[in-house]
């Protein structure tokens, strides 16, 4: 089956300026997840979807970071404007059901100079 | 509040040696356990979960609910076996993983 795919894989842009990322999860998954890998930190959860809707965004700063997943499928996450302590890579993943874990994208390195 | 303690940021070893990464948790209820992976430029993939008990690239972790640990062990280590390893633990009913910071192993020739 194909992977979690997302893009674009790298992207540096200057503080305040806006930016935004795209996942397309494997096929069948209902669940969708965003994580944020800040430099030798593990993955944190900014948000979860369960088809087009939002289980768990308590970890979103919402006043500049937002996402959605209109139809279920694909997911965009945005910021606005960025921070240098953006500077991460964002992660997306999917999964099936909670027994099978995650499948994770090879993710979006941003760099916020 | 869940967490996952992961105490060692790099470990090293010779390979055919022995290899433990460690893991403890904080959770009051019950949590489900995972090992996840990262090689060298490959994205991050489940290695094992601990309500499978089952043993992979010779891996294997016992969950331990009086030491709160889910440690990482390998009999015969391998240089193949040089990655990011993440523990990460789910509570019961979720979905959310919490994840530990990461250690990373590098196994010498």
């Known amino acids: 089956e194909a992977g979690v795919a997302q893009s674009p894989r790298y992207k540096i842009i200057e503080k305040r300026q806006s930016v935004a990322f795209w996942c397309n999860p494997i096929s069948g998954h209902a669940t969708l997840y965003w994580y944020q890998q800040i430099l030798g930190q593990g993955p944190k959860l900014l948000i979860q979807?369960?088809?087009?809707?939002?289980?768990?965004d308590s970890q979103l700063p919402k006043d500049r970071f937002s996402a959605e997943r209109l139809k279920g499928v694909d997911s965009t996450l945005k910021i606005q404007p960025a921070k240098l302590e953006d500077s991460a890579v964002y992660l997306c993943a999917s999964s099936f059901n909670r027994v099978n874990g995650y499948t994770f994208g090879s993710g979006t390195r941003l760099t916020v100079v | 509040a869940q967490r996952v303690t992961q105490p060692e940021k790099l470990l090293s070893v010779f390979k055919g040696a022995p290899v433990e990464l460690k893991c403890n948790y904080s959770?009051?209820?019950?949590?489900?356990l995972f090992w996840y992976v990262q090689y060298s430029r490959q994205r991050l993939q489940l290695l094992l979960r601990?309500?499978s008990r089952e043993s992979i690239k010779g891996f294997t972790a016992d969950l331990n609910k009086g030491e709160t640990s889910f440690h990482l062990k390998k009999p015969f280590a391998q240089e193949e076996d040089s990655a990011m390893y993440y523990c990460a633990l789910t509570k019961g009913g979720s979905e959310k993983l919490v994840f530990g910071k990461g250690t990373k192993l590098t196994v010498n020739p």
């Open positions: 979807f369960q088809n087009n809707g939002v289980v768990d």
């Open positions: 959770y009051s209820g019950s949590p489900e």
């Open positions: 601990h309500i």
